[in-house]
């Protein structure tokens, strides 16, 4: 249970980041990146997807490495 509700909480983060990184993508692709083209659409959308790609991605990775933490430091021995 424990295990489901991390893996919850790491789809969650990644969905958010998703969305803010949409946001943004789509800022950036309306006002400076008009021609840009991807997946056969151009401006705004096409920024817009790459940005909630880049988002979810780096968002899902992020929510990881915290919340399973795998770097975790030694015990000490007495």
Do not use: H
């Amino acid at each position: 249970m424990k295990l489901l509700f991390r893996l919850l909480a790491v789809f969650v983060a990644g969905m958010v980041c998703g969305i803010v990184g949409w946001i943004i993508g789509a800022y950036i692709g309306g006002n400076y990146a008009v021609d840009f083209t991807f997946n056969g659409i151009r401006g705004y959308e096409a920024v817009g997807q790459l940005g909630f790609i880049f988002g979810f991605i780096g968002g899902g990775v992020l929510c990881w490495l915290i919340v399973f933490k795998p770097f975790r430091s030694r015990s000490r021995r007495s």
